[in-house]
């Protein structure tokens, strides 16, 4: 059944008064379920009528005030039986009073709008800042009483002016919501609030958490808040980052799995002195498209550097800086230099890689990547070796950056290579491709 709305549908099997103990207790039978609950402002109504037709429970002072639909109070002594009775009140808050109008208690209620990709995805909510998160009572969407307040003999505490809550599920697109400073509120109080919280697919994460907890490079990576910023030059410039995510060498989707791995852990996920719990921290990633962008927490003051990721992802990250700036390098081009079996399977086997300009001359000058390291090398078995070039940058030989670099590439080698050169362009592309197709060397002799 429904979430109730009509008291037609509640009844005394569903809703009892103690007037003894001064209590209403809900009972999930004879329509009422747990899942779906009753509005408040339908066990007013019902309460209202019970209190007109009932020789005896008029005799007793009203338990509830109206001040809207969607908030009341509960006084003159009564409240609700203990157990799961609030559990079950849907879109309503309430405070509970004194017999001489003191607040003893106070209840929001925190309603979802959107919806929830599976029926198990679970919210949970935080109320105090670095406080624990704390599940809702139900999975899916969310609509429940939560206490934000209750004096000295009913709790001690005053949440009234922090609560945040979040949707993170494995394959799914994470969700937060900052209720306080997102409906630019200073306390909350006992009425209804509305929140928009959903999720989707996250056809990023396709790894298991087993994977990710236990595999390479994923137990190599860390993510580490920083008690004094860090200058990182990106470009020209040097910018100012709070936090540090360590690649150890993983893609940008291996990276963004481990992140997002770690802010569903409770513990500490900190490779600092810090202690930040990964379940209430901030998110630090999100992917546009095929590009991954950091972000900027604690109130866009610590921004968020992937340090050591692949040089062929250079080109579809962006940094944002301590300032909320978001921050790219150069252009850098990338490739794979190809090698056929005859050079791969010569121990001697090394190859080069020229600017067209000059070459055939003593001045002809190798390419260098984007780490400023000659593109030559041994062969070493390899049927394949990336590279990299600072396409936006580049200036040797008088080059014009941020314009095709013309390459004469050549490869040899001894017992089954012979000498092989071939030509192209590195163009502004991370899919240049050097071919060497060596001849079978048949005639090469050093039998020292």
Known sequence: MA???D???????NVKYDTTAKTIELIAISGLTAEDGVTLQCVYSYTKEQWKLDNNLIKYPFPYVAITAEQFEIQDGWNWCTGNTINYIRDGGWALKSTGGTTLEEYMNLTTLGTFASTGDTAYYQQVNDGIGTETVYSGPVNQAIKIYGDTYNGNFDYRGFFKVYLREYQKIYNFYDLIESQNLTTLTYKKYAIPLSNAADTKITHTDTIVSGSTPYTNMSITWLD???GITIGSGTYNFSIIIDASGGTAEQVYEFVQYQLRKQGDIDAGTRIISGYTAEELLEFVGDNLKTLCTSGD????YIKNFVA????????TDDTNTPR???????GTILFNDNLI?????SYWVFYTDGYDTSGATLIQDNNDT???GSVGGYSSIAFTFDYDNNIQMGRTPGTNAPYTAVAIGLGTGQYVKTSGTITRSTSNVINFVAALERNYSNPV
């Open 228 to 230: 004094t910023p860090s």
């Open 312 to 319: 062929a992802d250079t080109n579809r990250l962006t940094f």
């Open 301 to 304: 003051t610590e921004g968020v």
């Open 328 to 334: 790219t390098y150069p252009y850098v081009a990338a």
């Open 7 to 13: 008291p037609t549908y509640l009844n005394s099997l």
């Open 345 to 349: 399977n010569d121990t001697n086997a």
């Open 3 to 5: 979430k109730i709305t």
């Open 374 to 376: 000659d593109i030559k």
